[in-house]
């Protein structure tokens, strides 16, 4: 998705020549008197990092969490100056929106119509001005050496848009850029806390209107979110992972553990499948559907969306210790083996497969599974915080298809279910189109008697914010955790 191969040449960036490397002026033997050019430092490697991996999601639709791993590999940036570029690289994505408010106003011009690499680089240096503590001087500096490279002719206007955006703090552009909240709330949301309109009017909705407590979710949105590993049950003991880790026990999940940082794949446990990266609340969704007491035969589960197998992975470990089986299923080969590759050595078997063909494949036969999981494909609204660049590339006419494709899916795992088994459905998205409308619509449709399982009682005792019932909406700002939906249904 965007993400080049080690060695590939990096588009739009000239690498300056190390200090002291470039010929004298007259040749070798340095003509007219041996007079040399000024020299300047070069880029910076941590800011030149950020600067590609943003230009990539913008340029080639990549995706961060994907392609700057591979920039900072390449220029060999570890510790701080990989934590830098990171932050750089996430927080200009985040905060995209007001940045580009911001510039437009300094430029007197809109973003749109300024270069895209010369944009990208002022994006940076404005983040660096208004969120961090870099000194003025400096982020105004090392963004002028980056247009440089970037784009030559343009280091005159870079310098003049980046000290007028110097000349006030990010609250005083909002004040001066925002809507005023009594008369148009939703647009002051938005730009102050950098989030796309339409989604600022999702979260409300599914929030009850409360806009006090939309803007915590939005200011939470724009936080760096901790990692979170799964301690696969029966494999590693929490606390034993949370202590190889440096890490520290999740604050509901029986499996979670909280890394301040690093590299969670260097993790021996993590390398060898004793445990995996996985948002605490995708552990509590899965867990619940486990959780749920059933009457009857219990040895058949289906996971009818499983890639990439982060919850196939947790379902199998579960399996593993109950005497059951996991059949996973994802309709992308390239995701089926993934699926294969996390749930290595547990009782799950991968099929390649469409999750809606239940009944007419033979190995997806109707009325056969005790418990279903449907984590169905969504906007990712509720993961915006690991995922900042979504939020600018998802539009509402997204849902019309997607939350077809999830009541299919629904449906499918329905008639997949035995009478007296369970379903869960999941989605990591808020919105009320793919949860609370999907489902009832979806159960309606379906032709088979089904009744709501109270999923409060599911998830750890002492949870707060789980609401009335039965569905369950879990949120960054209440509970930590990305933003999923969890509604448990039984066949009648």
């Known amino acids: 998705m965007g993400a080049r191969r080690p060695g590939q040449h990096r588009r739009g960036l000239r690498v300056t020549a190390p200090e002291g490397t470039r010929p004298m002026r007259g040749g070798p033997a340095g003509g007219r008197g041996g007079d040399r050019r000024p020299v300047r430092p070069p880029l910076d490697r941590p800011r030149r990092a950020a600067y590609e991996a943003v230009a990539a999601v913008h340029r080639d639709d990549a995706f961060a969490n994907l392609v700057l791993p591979i920039i900072l590999r390449e220029e060999g940036l570890f510790g701080r100056d990989a934590a830098f570029a990171t932050e750089l690289t996430y927080g200009t994505l985040r905060h995209l929106g007001t940045l580009d408010a911001i510039l437009t106003d300094a430029a007197g011009r809109d973003v749109a119509r300024i270069d895209p690499p010369v944009r990208d680089a002022l994006r940076l240096g404005a983040y660096q001005l208004l969120h961090t503590r870099v000194p003025a001087h400096a982020a105004v500096s090392s963004t002028v050496d980056l247009v440089r490279s970037v784009g030559p002719g343009a280091t005159g206007f870079a310098n003049a848009v980046l000290r007028e955006v110097s000349t006030r703090d990010i609250d005083g552009w909002v004040a001066k850029l925002a809507p005023p909240m009594e008369t148009d709330p939703v647009g002051h949301l938005a730009l102050a806390y950098s989030h796309p309109q339409w989604i600022v009017r999702a979260f409300a909705e599914s929030l009850g209107g409360d806009l006090g407590e939309t803007a915590r979710l939005l200011i939470e949105d724009n936080e760096r979110p901790p990692v979170h590993l799964c301690a696969r049950p029966g494999l590693i003991d929490p606390v034993e992972l949370a202590d190889q880790a440096g890490g520290a026990p999740g604050a509901f999940s029986p499996y979670a553990v909280y890394l301040p940082g690093g590299a969670p794949g260097d993790l021996p446990a993590v390398a060898d499948g004793r445990a995996h990266v996985q948002d605490e609340g995708s552990q509590l969704v899965a867990s619940a559907l486990v959780n749920a007491p059933l009457d009857g035969p219990d040895g058949r589960w289906l996971d009818l969306c499983a890639g990439p197998g982060g919850k196939a992975g947790l379902l199998g470990a579960l399996a593993a210790q109950r005497g059951a089986r996991v059949t996973a299923v994802e309709v992308a080969e390239h995701r089926a083996r993934l699926v294969s590759q996390a749930t290595r050595d547990l009782p799950v078997t991968v099929l390649a497969t469409d999750g ?54 629904l449906g499918a795992a329905l008639r997949a279910v035995r009478p007296g088994g369970l379903v869960a459905y999941v989605t990591c998205s808020p919105h009320t189109v793919e949860t609370h409308v999907t489902v009832t619509e979806a159960a309606r449709r379906s032709g088979v008697p089904v009744d709501f399982v109270d999923a409060r009682p599911l998830l750890p005792a002492g949870m707060p914010g789980l609401g009335d019932g039965p569905t369950v909406q879990l949120w960054p700002h209440r509970h930590g955790t990305d933003a999923m939906f969890l509604a448990v249904l039984r066949r009648g």
């Open 356 to 409: 809606r063909e239940v009944g007419a494949d033979p190995k997806l036969p109707e009325e056969h599974f005790d418990r279903v999981l449907v984590d169905a494909p969504c906007t990712g609204l509720g993961s915006l915080r690991r995922r900042p660049e979504s939020r600018w590339r998802r539009q509402p006419s997204d849902l019309p298809p997607l939350t077809r494709l999830q009541r299919e899916l």
